[in-house]
């Protein structure tokens, strides 16, 4: 699917059930999006098709009890084993959307890095593809929330995990590169998936105002109710046009889209 395909889906889906809207977003928006935005064509190979078809999911493990947006704050780490073959990973994660489920992880951890020039080592974030299957990867319990209940939520836990060196993303010490990459690509899809949310919210307003009689009259005809639904269509159009723009705008292979995206997720989502 093109941009626009999938902000057609997630609309579809945003406005019957958001926790499977979350789902989708957790495992392609940015679950496996790192592979296909900064993997090689070796890792693409290995992991994309089982991923695309639904048979393994995914999931993007950045988040930690101390660091969120701030990427560069992470504790997780990961040593280079002595044989050179594999980095040995140690660390938390906590609200992972599909953290529960998934086979394939896109987790940041800091890795040191030496300077060629100088010898100095230096403590850079890196990404890797972790599946649950090397070993040492564990998780929590679903978190309890208010909403988006179907969606798995859960702390991702790695204990001496042995992840090959193939399954580096992006390289040694890109490891931020690689998430801005992936959150900018990503985020378009709140404002579709929140357009898809607000057509049913607006339909079913609707349907209530043109049946709903109170002193002798349909409440659609008072003008209070009137521009309540007005109000309603207005953000919606808004909303709308603006994820579509962004979408419209990836497709025609323009990069600098980061802005918007971020405005057209914001104000959706407020």
């Given at each position: 699917l093109?941009?626009?395909?999938?902000?057609?889906?997630?609309?579809i889906?945003?406005?019957?059930?958001?926790g499977?809207?979350?789902?989708?977003?957790?495992?392609?928006?940015?679950?496996?999006k790192?592979?296909?935005?900064?993997g090689?064509?070796?890792?693409?190979e290995?992991y994309?098709?089982?991923?695309?078809?639904?048979?393994?999911?995914?999931a993007?493990?950045?988040t930690e009890?101390?660091?969120?947006?701030?990427?560069?704050?992470i504790?997780?780490r990961?040593?280079?084993?002595?044989?050179g073959?594999h980095?040995?990973?140690?660390?938390a994660?906590i609200?992972?959307?599909?953290?529960?489920?998934?086979?394939?992880?896109?987790?940041f951890?800091?890795?040191?890095?030496?300077?060629?020039?100088?010898g100095t080592v230096?403590?850079?974030?890196?990404?890797?593809i972790?599946?649950?299957?090397f070993?040492?990867?564990?998780?929590g319990p679903?978190?309890?929330?208010?909403?988006i209940?179907?969606?798995?939520?859960?702390?991702?836990?790695?204990?001496?995990?042995?992840?090959?060196?193939?399954?580096?993303?992006g390289?040694?010490g890109?490891?931020?590169k690689?998430?801005?990459?992936?959150?900018?690509?990503?985020?378009f899809?709140?404002?579709?998936?929140?357009?898809?949310?607000m057509?049913?919210?607006?339909?079913?307003?609707?349907e209530?105002?043109?049946?709903?009689?109170q002193?002798g009259?349909?409440?659609d005809?008072?003008?209070?109710?009137?521009?309540?639904?007005?109000?309603?269509?207005m953000?919606h159009?808004?909303?709308?046009?603006?994820?579509?723009?962004?979408?419209?705008?990836?497709d025609?292979?323009y990069?600098d889209y980061?802005l918007?995206?971020a405005?057209?997720?914001v104000?959706?989502?407020e």
């Open positions: 093109n941009n626009t395909q999938y902000a057609r889906l997630t609309e889906v945003g406005g019957n059930d958001l499977v809207g979350i789902f989708i977003g957790a495992h392609q928006s940015i679950g496996f790192g592979i296909l935005l900064a090689t064509p070796e890792q693409k290995q994309l098709p089982k991923l695309a078809s639904g048979e393994e999911f995914a993007f493990a950045l009890p101390a660091s969120g947006s701030d990427a560069g704050s504790k997780t990961a040593e280079l084993s002595p044989d073959k980095w040995i990973m140690n660390g994660k609200w992972i959307s599909n953290g529960g489920i998934a086979e394939v992880f896109t987790v951890a800091k890795t040191p890095v030496t300077d060629e020039a100088t230096t403590e850079k974030v890196s990404a890797f972790v599946e649950r299957s070993g040492g990867v564990t998780n679903p978190e309890k929330k208010m909403g209940k179907c969606s798995n939520t859960a702390e991702v836990y790695f204990e001496n995990t042995p992840v090959p060196v193939e399954n580096v993303l390289g040694i890109n490891g931020f690689v998430a801005m990459q992936i959150l900018n690509n990503g985020r899809g709140m404002g579709a998936a929140l357009s898809g949310t057509r049913t919210v607006i339909t079913k307003a609707a209530h105002a043109t049946q709903r009689a002193f009259s349909r409440i005809s008072y003008g209070a109710i009137q521009e309540k639904l007005a109000r309603m269509a953000i159009y808004a909303t709308e046009s603006m994820a579509y723009m962004v979408s419209g705008t990836m025609r292979g990069e980061h918007e995206a405005i057209s997720k104000f959706a989502s």
